[in-house]
């Protein structure tokens, strides 16, 4: 997989993998989505949902973030068929 990906490729590939395969929550997701009140439900309805940005290049990998109005998720894609939510947070108002 080449990367970094449009946002449009990035989305395809997102909705493909919350199809059919497999994506997991980083430890510091999990503590920033109990932070803010987040379900997992909540991050892939944004995942399925949201506009997916130009991907940014951190830590060793690309992650592209998605956002809606009220909550955005970053995620890093490990392979085709992979994925791995980095952090996720509630838009403050």
Not at 56 to 80: I, L, P
Request: aromatic share 8%; proline share 3%; net charge negative.
């Amino acid at each position: 997989m080449d990367e970094p990906l449009a946002p449009e490729a990035a989305k395809q590939l997102l909705r493909s993998i919350l199809l059919s395969g497999v994506f997991t929550y980083s430890r510091h997701a999990k503590d920033e989505m109990l932070a803010d009140d987040l379900t997992t439900v909540d991050c892939e309805n944004v995942l399925r949902g949201g506009i997916v940005r130009p991907g940014d290049y951190e830590n060793g990998s690309w992650r592209y973030r998605v956002e809606t109005s009220r909550v955005t998720v970053v995620v890093a894609f490990r392979s085709e068929f992979e994925l791995v939510v980095v952090t996720a947070w509630r838009v403050a108002k």
